[in-house]
């Protein structure tokens, strides 16, 4: 957008800004539904919560607005069967889809925490996704059952007597997954973070390499007959969350998530859940003193050395943070698949995280969370659906358009090149993200006092 009309774009008053933004809004998803009653509401819904000042309210009116996107994330299970068909996108995304969402939502925004708050590449953060589901497989499934024979349980749910291994609850391997998660960055942390900038993303990198590469052959590891990831065919099965018998019986609450007729819903509560905690904690973190310390480091390592703030130590507050979250939701997919396996966890994973974080805005935690929404809907169903429609429309003599190509095309088997193109669109016309933190905007909009010579215009 050119300067002058910016300018006269931010001196209207906040109120029409926003009335202007819902208009279109709301015109643009009646076009796309076809005027159908469900885009319709959704799109009075999405005006009723943006347009009017709630935060004039005091004390509760900054909440309203996500107390409403809150209930509508709850119900979606609900009205999800009765919404509109977007063109060319096709349905909304279905349950297995969402669960996945809140999984990749809950990374993304530990990843934001190193790389968005603290200013550090990461380039491995796969590798403390696989130790969370790992963790889940070693002490909720029989994976040790040679060590075990009898088992050994602890609130586990939904396991017949005498089942060989480790069987602990889900509940406290979530936490248990965190912490062993949090200090295995610690341990790798200490000897990296002294590394700066592509140094220290070369490193990380080369972590997030090795991990799988354990996963792949610690079904004999270092040649000892011990058999510590299941090699390839990995950990299979992996116990399911649940309440046992007493807390259904007296708190209706489900007793065990796979024998439940809404398991979906059941798991993308839980998933939504643990979102909603690693919000939280991402936003007060962020307006902590040792969130301000991570600001500082990244905008300029040395100036914040200076000032005192200890660089070691907070970088691997930084890095043992986003390696908690990480572990947490790596645990809790592997619950939900009840398996866990090597091939789940390449580097591309890592890449896949990170342009969530890049696409929706690094800093912003709600940035980032449309940005892995996004981009784990197009990898799920996205791509598939758009293929399906081209080809519908394109290809072969039957093509409801016009035959442009005979063989039809998969376009799901070009979905890093297709993230690859999005990513480049987005830093050529909106290099700060979608939903930039107001510092980040800022920088972009109006530059830096430490500008080069050569970026000076005459």
């Known amino acids: 957008m050119p ?8 001196a209207l008053p906040a109120f029409w800004r ?14 796309l539904s076809g005027f159908a009653l469900s885009g319709l509401l ?14 004039r309210i005091p004390y509760v009116g900054r909440w ?38 809140t999984v990749f939502a809950m ?10 708050y603290a200013g550090l590449l990461d380039l491995g953060y796969v590798a403390f996704y696989a130790m ?3 963790t889940a497989g070693w002490f909720a499934s029989p994976q040790f059952a040679k060590y075990v024979p009898h088992g050994w349980y602890f609130g586990a749910v939904g396991v017949a007597p005498n089942v060989p291994g480790f069987h602990v609850s889900i509940w406290l391997l979530l936490i248990l997954a965190g912490v062993l998660t949090a200090v295995v960055g610690v341990l790798i942390g200490l000897p990296t973070l002294r590394l700066r900038g592509d140094y220290l993303a070369i490193v990380t990198l080369g972590f997030g390499e090795i991990m799988p590469q354990i996963a792949r052959n610690g079904d004999n590891l270092f040649g000892t007959g011990f058999n510590l990831t299941g090699g390839p065919p990995g950990i299979i099965p992996i116990d399911s969350p649940g309440f046992g018998t007493w807390a259904h019986t007296n708190l209706h609450l489900p007793d065990n998530y796979v024998a439940a007729a809404n398991f979906d819903k059941l798991y993308f509560w839980t998933g939504l859940t643990l979102l909603l905690i690693t919000l939280f904690v991402s936003l007060r973190l962020r307006s902590s003193r040792l969130g301000r310390a991570w600001v500082a480091i990244r905008e300029d390592e040395i100036a914040a050395a200076a000032m005192g703030v200890p660089l070691m130590r907070t970088k691997t507050w930084a890095y043992a943070t986003g390696a908690f979250f990480g572990g947490v939701a790596g645990a ?22 990170l342009c969530m974080v890049i696409l929706g805005g690094m800093g912003n935690v ?8 996004f981009l784990t809907y197009l990898d799920r169903e996205g791509l598939a659906n758009i293929g399906g429609w081209l080809n519908d429309h394109f290809a072969g003599n039957h093509a409801k358009w016009t035959h442009l190509y005979t063989n039809p095309i998969d376009v799901p088997l070009y979905s890093f090149g297709i993230y690859g193109v999005v990513i480049l669109v987005v830093m050529l016309f909106r290099p700060e993200g979608l939903l930039p933190s107001a510092r980040r905007r800022l920088e972009f909009e109006e530059g830096v006092q430490d500008e080069p010579l050569y970026d000076v215009s005459t």
Request: hydrophobic share 60%; aromatic share 18%.
């Open 18 to 31: 926003r009335a202007a933004i819902a208009a279109l809004v709301v015109l643009l998803v009646l076009l």
């Open 107 to 116: 990374m993304a925004v530990g990843l934001n925490i190193v790389v968005g």
């Open 132 to 134: 969370g589901a790992y």
């Open 366 to 373: 709600w940035g980032v969370l449309l940005g892995a929404v």
């Open 3 to 10: 300067r002058p009309v910016r300018d006269r774009w931010r």
């Open 42 to 55: 959704l799109a009075l819904v999405f005006a009723a919560f943006y347009v009017p000042p709630w935060q």
């Open 64 to 101: 309203i607005p996500m107390l409403g996107a809150l209930l509508l994330a709850v119900g979606y299970p609900y009205y999800r069967p009765h919404m509109f068909q977007w063109p060319v996108l096709g349905p909304f995304p279905s349950m297995d889809t969402a669960v996945i969402a």
């Open 332 to 353: 809790f997919y592997s619950s939900y698949k009840a398996a866990t396996f090597p091939d789940d966890f390449f580097f591309n994973i890592s890449v896949f995280i």
